[in-house]
């Protein structure tokens, strides 16, 4: 604790008591490590991508050049990490936006399966890539959410886009809408390699990641579901995973129904 103690004085200039301030620093300190370990992880992440740009074209021009097949193939390699850095510097920008609340929603009313019918036809080139199929189940039309539509796009995106990363080729992934009594839910499930239990409730936090190695093949910066956490939020919107290791993955968006009340709001 962190102790702070003033006298005070009475009207006739007498010491009438003092007020002790406590404060729990535990909670400080934690917020500090949080911060430096955060700097921490950013470094690091940037550092490999950097180390690589860098030692590639050292060798570039070092004489690889010549040879255009090995120029050609080194050149690659620097802009798939150029990409990668720039993922994680917009990843970034996207998540600081809306820790520092500046992230402006513009709430309207949605339909949750037309905005999922529309990121669908954004990424089933990446599933048809992997040979899986796309499976869209019951989807109910006539249900309102009041949403920000790049920000339900981008929860979609980032859940549907794992489905397809941590899922091996030839896998399926369902999607699908209904309603549970005063909410939409929006289920996404694969069968996939599945989330052990103990990390499932950590796979929401910056930079977690359940294997390193596999979600930076995958081209993950480790922070889509800490973006999808906070639009949830900002939303009223629930995230609710189960996992079942080697068997799959199934992820449910919670959003509460729109009434009118809140449309006026
Ligand atoms: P990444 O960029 O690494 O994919 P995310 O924040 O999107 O970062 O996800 C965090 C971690 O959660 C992933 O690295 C992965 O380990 C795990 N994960 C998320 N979705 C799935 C899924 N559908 N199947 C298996 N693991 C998943």
Same mark, same amino acid.
């Given at each position: 604790y962190n102790i702070n103690y003033a006298p005070f004085k009475n009207e006739m200039e007498e010491i009438g008591g003092v007020i002790f301030v406590m404060q729990d620093i535990t909670e400080q300190q934690r917020l500090d490590d949080m911060r430096k370990e955060f700097v921490a992880n950013v470094s690091h992440e940037l550092k490999t991508p950097i180390t690589t740009v860098k030692s590639y074209t050292e060798t570039l021009l070092g004489g690889?050049? !010549?040879d255009r097949e090995t120029a050609e193939s080194f050149l690659n390699v620097i802009l798939n990490e150029s990409d990668r850095m720039d993922r994680l510097v917009k990843d970034l920008l996207r998540l600081s936006r809306m820790e520092f609340k500046q992230a402006k929603w513009n709430k309207v009313p949605l339909h949750p399966c037309s905005v999922l019918e529309e990121t669908v036809e954004k990424l089933k080139n990446r599933a048809e890539d992997k040979n899986q199929n796309l499976v869209f189940g019951r989807?109910? !039309? /006539?249900i309102e959410v009041m949403f920000d539509k790049d920000g339900l796009e981008q929860i979609y995106q980032n859940i549907i886009g794992n489905a397809i990363k941590y899922t091996p080729e030839n896998g399926e992934i369902k999607i699908g809408c209904h309603v549970e009594a005063d909410f939409a839910v929006v289920e996404i499930e694969d069968n996939g390699i599945g989330i052990p239990e103990a990390d499932i409730k950590r796979i929401? /936090?910056?930079?977690?990641?359940?294997?390193k190695a596999r979600s930076r093949e995958m %081209? %993950?910066? %480790?922070l889509g579901l800490a973006i999808t956490r906070h639009i949830a939020e900002a939303h009223h919107t629930v995230i609710e995973v189960e996992s079942s290791m080697d068997k799959g993955t199934r992820f449910r968006i919670v959003m509460p129904l729109s009434s009118r009340g809140e449309k006026n709001a």
């Open positions: 690889a050049l !010549e989807c109910t !039309e /006539e929401f /936090e910056r930079f977690y990641r359940v294997d %081209g %993950g910066t %480790g």
